[in-house]
């Protein structure tokens, strides 16, 4: 990976690093590793992801909660921060928006504690991920929340290879647009791997392994 030579792509004041190669995600096989780690990590990056990312909503909306996922948890905040400023609606009764962040059981499914679910249970609940390939992981999102009996509101991602998943639009900072030569594959119908190319990493929203 140190050896590749990585781009940098920008749109409104926010960067993003994308690097060629033959990566393996948990549902996919992509020729392009995103990397959203400064975004989630850097704090002038952060803020700027999150007023692109409220431009994308209309004035009007509900919004209770913030389910944040792939550690975008400082984005959320922000992004809290830039809905309240706007004017955004809240049904809460202090009128502030929460911030939250799921856990997993041994089955990877989404779970709150009964502590947490009153956050989510009636609440109007935007989706916040790093990145969306296949929408499988926002699938098990939308799950968990209206199992909890929350409303998912909206669905924002740092970079989206879609447009929508499971009837439901993603706003996203970068998309296919931005880098349309991107290419995600069922792992068991990957051209890469049938012509011989091996994989340079395994990939998550943690971050890369290289092999």
């Not at 096989?29 to 992801?49: C, G, P, W």
């Not at 799950?143 to 740092?158: D, K, N, P």
Request: hydrophobic content about 40%.
């Amino acid at each position: 990976m140190e050896n590749r030579t990585f781009k940098k792509i920008s749109v409104t004041n926010v960067p993003i690093k994308v690097t060629p190669g033959h990566f393996a995600t948990n549902h996919s096989h992509i020729n392009y590793y995103v990397d959203t780690t400064t975004l989630k990590a850097r704090q002038s990056e952060a803020q700027a992801a999150a007023r692109a990312l409220v431009g994308m909503y209309v004035y009007g909306t509900v919004i209770d909660t913030i389910l944040c996922v792939d550690g975008t948890q400082v984005i959320g905040a922000y992004l809290a921060e830039e809905l309240t400023q706007a004017g955004f609606l809240s049904m809460n009764a202090h009128k502030t928006l929460y911030v939250v962040t799921p856990e997993y059981n041994s089955n990877s499914q989404l779970i709150f504690r009964d502590n947490i679910r009153p956050m989510i249970s009636g609440k109007n609940v935007l989706i916040l991920l790093a990145d969306v390939t296949s929408g499988k992981s926002l699938a098990k999102c939308v799950e968990a929340v209206e199992y909890y009996g929350g409303i998912v509101q909206g669905v924002s991602a740092l970079f989206s290879a879609v447009d929508e998943a499971h009837g439901m639009p993603i706003n996203a900072v970068f998309t296919r647009r931005d880098l349309p030569d991107y290419e995600a594959h069922d792992f068991r119908d990957c051209p890469f791997c049938r012509r011989g190319v091996k994989l340079d990493a395994l990939v998550n929203s943690f971050g890369y392994s290289k092999l």
